[in-house]
């Protein structure tokens, strides 16, 4: 199955998810539940928004965005963070309700029994989703995914505590598992927030990703006078790699070129995914960097 197909099925998981759940909360009216409830209904919004930027993503480099749409992806898992702190706040409200006027709790037994089930196929789909976005470095499947484990261990803190109500009559339980899952998920929806926006300001390649390329690199050493400024980026599922690379000047174009096409090809044969920039330059010339800021120029230098 590809990205798209997992997002789709999400989709389908969190749909059945939010009416047992609900079922759940109707028929034993805790607030703990309908806080589980309301996870699976940021889980649909955020499934729904993941698949249309995978889906924008995925659209080739045009005149507007000539190194592609890859970031939109970043895109989907600061929304999806954004979401679940709406979610959490909403909860702590209702809970903070619902511990100044306490109910009673009825039908636990069937209640507890479809947030089980609910939370069975969340895992089964995390877990799944999870190991399609390692394979295939996509930020919006693993925060989609993520999201999903949380959803798992807030239902199972649910249901245990749930039980212990159940056997102790202590009612205020369920309101403070309400507060917790809020506190929980707040946790999740920072992290998905961060890491969006960690993504959005060109981040280097992950160590790995690095010593892969590293590795290449090497392999050019006896005829490669050197490799300097090996500058990375990410962008969603896609890596890039800028270097200059230093030849004997007395070497022709042609040769030149044709060694520079053998590094390019083994580092994107190297890292799945890669787009490398190599300029050539002789061995005697070191290309530099401005480091000034463009304030700092000449006016019409910029």
Known sequence: MQVKSYLKLSVTVAVTTIVLKTGAWWLTGSVSL??????????????????????????????????????????????????????????????????????????????????????????LLAWAMLRKARQHRSMALEGDARHLFTDVWTSAGVVLGLIAVHFTGWIWLDPLLAIAVALNILREGFSLVRASATGLMDQAVEPEVQAQIDGVLSRFGAQVTRFDHVTTRRA??????????????????????????????????????????????????EAHFLQTQPQDLPRGAA
Do not use: C
Request: proline share 6%.
């Open 236 to 285: 969603g599922q896609r890596r890039f790699v800028d270097l200059h690379m230093h030849l004997p000047a007395g070497w022709s174009l042609g040769r030149a070129a044709a060694l520079r096409d053998a590094v390019e090809r083994d580092l994107m044969r190297g890292v799945p995914g890669l787009r490398a920039t190599i300029q050539l330059l002789p061995a005697d010339l």
């Open 34 to 123: 309908l806080s589980d409830a309301l996870e699976s209904l940021v889980n649909l919004a955020g499934a729904i928004f993941a698949l249309a930027m995978v889906t924008l993503a995925a659209q080739p480099p045009d005149d507007d965005h000539p190194y592609g749409h890859h970031k939109a992806e970043y895109f989907s898992s600061g929304f999806e963070g954004v979401l679940i702190l709406v979610a959490a706040l909403a909860i702590i409200w209702t809970a903070v309700q619902r511990w100044l006027h306490p109910q009673p709790l009825e039908g636990l037994g069937l209640g507890l029994g479809l947030s089980v089930i609910s939370s069975i196929l969340n895992g």
